[in-house]
């Protein structure tokens, strides 16, 4: 049996998970568990050497369709508290409600997602992907994150009251820099030839709608969807009435679609992260969202 279906008899079982109080070890830390890696970011630099932080998303694991292994179940069972979205991962959305652990942090609770925009995708697909109508992706607008920074410092702080003026320090600290970086991307994204993008997948929306450019994407909210021609000529009517130049992919899609759109319109195409996950260890989320500015730059040809 494979370690999904053990997952599933184990939580259909009915074996619990106690919902016990925030337990303390000697370091006096308490353990975290995150779901996507935009999450584990904001959680490791809110809760620093206070807190242990791990995640259920293994390395390189697509963040849009991870399942829940026993091991990660008995993460789960230790942590003092879970910090996910709802509504994004169907696997751990599932162990939350079967077996919830003795304390949640829901996203979903504390900040506004907005709907996907049915212009930015191709109306011939049905919303057949677990998103449904809303955009997850809030982490790509820097100042969702900075709202969460200083409601999960006062969670930590009910769990672990000896450490609430680090929590609450660290907190504003990383506010102050995803603000900064907001306002980074407005100002060299204000002067641009161009005010669109194409991306392969439309995850870009809280990226882009801040800074009133337009993303148009291939594929619309899931992924792994094909688009058809009639979407594929209407990227072309958009090329040839804008300044488009570059056809954006981004991991874990596989850049084949966006290179062959690219080349049939004669245009270049660039990476831009969507950061659902950590590709690297030693880049984090301000330094992959730097980069991110760095191609928008380039492709919007900006000044």
């Not at 641009?192 to 990226?207: I, K, M």
């Not at 072309?236 to 056809?247: A, G, K, M, Q, W």
Request: glycine share 4%; proline share 6%; with cysteine.
């Amino acid at each position: 049996m494979s370690a999904a279906a053990l997952a599933l008899t184990f939580l259909a079982s009915g074996c619990a998970i106690s919902a016990s109080p925030a337990v303390q070890n000697a370091a006096n830390r308490i353990r975290v568990i995150t779901s996507i890696y935009p999450l584990e970011f904001l959680t490791a630099e809110v809760a620093g050497p206070n807190a242990q932080v791990t995640s259920m998303l293994p390395p390189g694991a697509d963040a849009h369709h991870s399942e829940v292994s026993l091991r990660q179940l008995r993460r789960l069972e230790e942590a003092d508290l879970l910090v996910f979205l709802s509504d994004f991962q169907p696997a751990i959305d599932a162990a939350t409600r079967s077996n919830p652990p003795a304390h949640i942090f829901d996203v979903a609770d504390h900040i506004t997602l907005h709907p996907y925009g049915e212009g930015d995708h191709d109306h011939d697909h049905e919303h057949d992907h677990h998103h449904g109508p809303i955009d997850p992706h809030f982490w790509l607008d820097p100042t969702n994150l900075a709202t969460l920074a200083p409601q999960l410092a006062e969670q930590l702080a009910v769990l672990n009251s000896a450490n609430a003026a680090n929590y609450r320090a660290r907190a504003a600290d990383l506010a102050t820099k995803l603000t900064d970086l907001a306002t980074e991307f407005s100002d060299r994204l204000a002067n641009c030839q161009s005010d669109t993008v194409v991306v392969s997948h439309a995850a870009f929306g809280y990226l882009t709608n801040p800074l009133q450019i337009t993303q148009i994407g291939i594929a619309g909210l899931d992924p792994d969807s094909e688009p058809s021609l009639a979407r594929i000529r209407q990227i072309r009517d958009t090329v040839s009435t804008t300044e488009v130049t570059t056809i954006f992919y981004e991991s874990p899609t596989n850049p084949y679609v966006a290179q062959k759109v690219a080349d049939a319109l004669g245009l270049q195409t660039a990476f831009l992260d969507p950061l659902e996950l950590q590709h690297r260890s030693d880049q984090d989320y301000l330094a992959v969202m730097k980069q991110n500015l760095t191609a928008l730059e380039t492709a919007l040809e900006c000044q």
